[in-house]
């Protein structure tokens, strides 16, 4: 089928449920109401969600076991902590230094800007067509620190940023599924995560013609999204991509 408005707030009335969420590391957020935590488990669970899902949820689970509050446990310790409470820790591609540089670098981001949201502000502007700009330049600050190997990618490749943008739509949209918190942020600037399971399905629906699954294609994506909702035009990515995620999804359903 082709996208169409009715199409597609069907489906975000129908399936842009709270209920739906597991196993997807957003669900992580939820047990922080405190902004501080929010964004500090925000950003660990986004960046470490590559690879299989399960182990993704075992990963994120065990990294944050290990918190007493992210904001608490971050600025309290350091690099000798992070090693000792780490030590051994392999994750596919990530290591234990790495994911201690990681740590490393939100601390020394939060002490230098105040928050995670400061950080990302400093290169956001409301004129820009999207979060682009800002989004790279917080990858940078990020990976300023130390060697964090994929935890966050490159920002100067073409790469779609997929795991911040999926940080991104969770901490800046509010609805019963994204938490939201980042309240400077526009929601209608905001990217698609683009991943294999969204990429698939915009070329079904034609909301892109595009193969590369790089930046310009979420972007371009985006864009399609915001012909049916201008204001908000990611609210659709999580009921659209539950079909690529969830076993229990009908995905004739978005075929029709």
């Known amino acids: 089928m082709k996208a169409n408005k009715n199409k597609l707030d069907s489906l975000y009335k129908k399936y842009n449920k709270k209920s ?3 196993p997807d590391p957003l669900q992580f957020l939820y047990n922080y109401p405190d902004l501080k935590d929010r964004e500090i488990a925000g950003l ?15 990963t994120v689970g065990f990294i944050l076991s290990k918190m007493d509050g992210p904001y608490s446990f971050l600025m309290s310790g350091g690099g000798k902590e992070f090693n000792k409470t780490f030590k051994g820790f392999k994750y596919r591609f990530t290591t234990e230094e790495q994911l201690v540089n990681f740590l490393t670098a939100i ?9 995670l949201q400061n950080c ?12 682009e700009e800002a989004l790279r330049g917080f990858a940078r600050e990020l990976r300023s620190y130390g060697p964090v190997g994929t935890l966050v990618p490159d920002p100067d490749k073409k790469s779609a940023l997929k795991r911040l943008n ?9 609805d019963e599924v994204d938490p939201g918190g980042w309240d400077k942020i526009n929601p209608a600037k905001l990217i698609v995560p683009l991943d294999v399971h969204m990429h698939r399905l915009a070329r079904m629906l034609g909301l892109t013609a ?6 310009k ?7 399609s999204f915001a012909v049916f909702c201008k204001h908000d035009p990611i609210k659709y990515d999580f009921c659209i991509t539950r ?9 004739a359903e978005i075929e029709k």
Do not use: P
Request: glycine share 4%.
């Open 210 to 215: 595009r193969n590369q699954a790089d930046m």
């Open 166 to 174: 999926l940080f991104l739509r969770w901490m800046v949209r509010k």
């Open 217 to 223: 294609t979420a972007v371009e994506i985006s864009a």
């Open 20 to 22: 739906l969420v597991t």
């Open 107 to 115: 601390k020394n981001t939060i002490k230098k800007y105040g928050s």
């Open 44 to 58: 660990i669970a986004a960046c470490f969600a590559y690879g299989n899902v399960k182990q993704i949820i075992k």
């Open 120 to 131: 990302f502000l400093v290169c956001y502007d409301e004129r820009h067509l999207n979060i």
């Open 243 to 251: 079909f690529g995620i969830r076993d229990d999804m009908d995905k």
